[in-house]
């Protein structure tokens, strides 16, 4: 999956920088400088979170993935994604934003918790920008159909543009799909297959059946 940055982005790291409150997260692995990151966990609770967005604004059920007593290990977005009772077929990677620019933005937080004014302070985040990435999804699966699935189910919130990271609520975050190409076993596969299942499952078709293809 190719991404395009359609406006800035921030995701929280943990690095300390000196006028920052919030530092975006970077990888320092054989570089002289950081350079910004989705990290893999990031990645995959994006994509998670548009899947299960989908499914339901078609009336479909499917958990919130967001905290572990609401998962339900059943729903298609389980099977995919991964749930306490099974993990997820599907291994992601921290993905390098290519040739970012990055800069440090100030921002006004409001405490919503206290729901005053007054308590508004200027605070600085790091912000990613003109930039994409390239994301890998690899995954093992017992049958051709379970492949199939789990790469229309990244497909749909690829396509969706959730937005990323933090900071959503202050526009930013936006991405676009650039490009979503899928090899089983290192063969290419046309993308037809997969807007086909995409269309099933949002119709609401019933999963097929295992091994009897
Ligand atoms: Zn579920």
Known sequence: MRFRLASGVHITGERVELGVDKAFVVDWHMDRS??????????????????????????????????????????????????????????FRDVRLREALWDVRANVSLSRHRKAAYEERL????????????ARVMG????????????????????????????????LGWVELEDFSVRWNGESEPLS??????????KGAPEKSEGNG
């Open 123 to 134: 605070f600085f985040s790091e912000v990613a920008w003109q930039s994409g990435f390239e």
């Open 140 to 171: 093992v699966f017992p049958s051709q159909e379970e492949a199939l699935q789990a790469a229309a189910l990244l497909y749909l919130p690829a396509q969706l543009g959730v937005a990323l990271g933090a900071a959503r609520s202050r526009g």
């Open 34 to 91: 950081p350079v910004p990151i989705v990290p893999a966990t990031t990645l995959k609770g994006w994509l998670r979170e548009g899947a299960e967005r989908v499914l339901r604004g078609v009336g479909l059920s499917a958990c919130d993935g967001s905290s572990p007593q609401t998962v339900c290990g059943e729903c298609l977005v389980c099977k995919v994604f991964g749930s306490p009772q099974r993990r997820s077929p599907l291994r």
């Open 193 to 202: 297959r997969v807007l086909q299942r995409a269309e099933e499952i949002l």
